[in-house]
């Protein structure tokens, strides 16, 4: 890896961490090339410290070390982008991101819209939301929908027309994220079951 510690008059480079898993950005911290070559043999991220003026291991002190993953060089060869699997917390304040926000997975859109649909159920009135007012049937009727929505995406997958099999697989993956949240779960509990069956 030739990274390019010469651009800076410090020798030092920009290191981002981010969680493997989740992709959230944890901290953001400063590489010589000693640093790096110690992360790469040790498998344990490795900064140099501007405030102390030497190595500093992320958890050598409180144990939140960052297990090393992969190691990603930009175009111009001058800062990286780091991989981990975060033990604990990885602020020095106690929180999971030096952002203050939560490391958890994020499915962008899908996420956005999981949210909107927990406020409609807790918020929203039945007679106004489509949402609400399914849930006010109860999880069989919200079961059945699912089912109903299926069986409409198997038919449309047999046939030609892709904007009716497109708006069908919408409309099951919708009622599918409620019915999740009818039985107290998100789409992160079933992704943690896909990746307990993954072939290591």
């Known amino acids: 890896m030739n990274v390019d510690f010469n651009k800076n008059p410090n020798g030092l480079v920009p290191a981002v961490i981010q969680d493997a898993s989740t992709n959230k950005v944890l901290m953001l911290g400063y590489m010589n090339s000693e640093a790096l070559?110690?992360?790469?043999?040790t498998k344990l991220?490795?900064?140099f410290s501007r405030t102390k003026q030497r190595l500093w291991t992320k958890g050598e002190e409180s144990g939140n070390v960052l297990n090393l993953v992969d190691i990603k060089l930009d175009c111009d060869s001058d800062s990286l982008l780091i991989k981990v699997n975060p033990k604990g917390p990885t602020c020095h304040k106690g929180t999971d991101t030096c952002w203050n926000?939560?490391?958890k997975q994020s499915y962008g859109f899908i996420s956005k819209l999981e949210t909107?649909?927990?406020?409609?159920?807790e918020n929203a009135d039945s007679e106004k939301s489509y949402v609400a007012s399914l849930f006010a049937k109860g999880i069989n009727k919200v079961a059945q929908k699912v089912g109903e929505e299926a069986v409409e995406v198997v038919i449309e997958a047999k046939d030609n027309n892709d904007g009716l099999f497109l708006d069908e697989s919408a409309d099951?993956?919708?009622h599918y994220l409620m019915l999740l949240q009818a039985k107290g779960f998100r789409l992160n509990n079933v992704v943690d079951v896909l990746k307990s069956r993954e072939k290591k």
């Open 45 to 47: 991220v490795t900064f």
């Open 116 to 121: 909107t649909i927990a406020s409609r159920i």
């Open 37 to 41: 070559k110690k992360s790469i043999e």
């Open 172 to 174: 099951l993956l919708f």
């Open 101 to 103: 926000e939560e490391n």
